[in-house]
T-cell receptor, first 114, second 115 residues
């Protein structure tokens, strides 16, 4: 069974640009969540999607957005990039997004903003 | 508000030593779940264990064991006879009801096991 797939693996952008990251969950998983990992702030929850609906959102500015498609694949978008957006962005999937479910993580997209 | 504290930033041990990673959590919810994840250099977090707030039974899985104590709000992780392959960053995390996969992570503990 294929794991969670994130593309691209690495990305370099300049300030002011926008970026779209992609995540394909494990087959059958309908919940996809996104996390940002930085050396300073650690791992922080961005948002969670289930059946194309955002059910929870972390404390991030509106420049961070996401969506989920009918096949459960998800994308997240960051507009007007800032230097502080440089981070490892991790996607995780689970069956239904229940509180007690274990998450399966992808290897992440390393975003560098210059 | 919920919070997870992993006070140990880095731990360095020699192979075959036992090592304990500490985790202290804060929450006012009565129903919650605690997790440990391992992050190897490849980047993906790998699930190790899950515990709910009503089950304080300790668990052992091979060389790994976990000690959950509600009285001290701690969920510590012990690796017995550590191996070089255990080198990674270990995260403790908390989720509460209605969180929809929102995990509150600790800062992580980087474990280096030397031959």
């Amino acid at each position: 069974k294929a794991g969670v797939t994130q593309t691209p693996r690495y990305l370099i952008k300049t300030r002011g640009q926008q970026v779209t990251l992609s995540c394909s969950p494990i087959s059958g998983h309908r919940s996809v969540s996104w996390y940002q990992q930085t050396p300073g702030q650690g791992l922080q929850f961005l948002f969670e999607y289930f059946s194309e609906t955002q059910r929870n959102k972390g404390n991030f500015p509106g420049r961070f957005s996401g969506r989920q498609f009918s096949n459960s694949r998800s994308e997240m978008n960051v507009s007007t990039l800032e230097l502080g957006d440089s981070a490892l962005y991790l996607c995780a999937s689970s069956w239904a997004g229940a509180t007690n479910e274990k998450l399966f993580f992808g290897s992440g997209t390393q975003l560098s903003v210059l | 508000a919920q919070k997870v504290t992993q006070a140990q930033t880095e731990i360095s041990v020699v192979e075959k030593e036992d090592v304990t990673l500490d985790c202290v959590y804060e929450t006012r919810d009565t129903t919650y779940y605690l997790f440990w994840y391992k992050q190897p250099p490849s980047g993906e977090l790998v699930f190790l264990i899950r515990r709910n707030s009503f089950d304080e039974q300790n668990e052992i899985s091979g060389r790994y064991s976990w000690n959950f104590q509600k009285s001290t709000s701690s969920f510590n992780f012990t690796i017995t006879a550590s191996q070089v392959v255990d080198s990674a960053v270990y995260f403790c995390a908390l989720s509460v009801s209605g969180g929809y996969n929102k995990l509150i992570f600790g800062a992580g503990t980087r474990l280096a096991v030397h031959p």
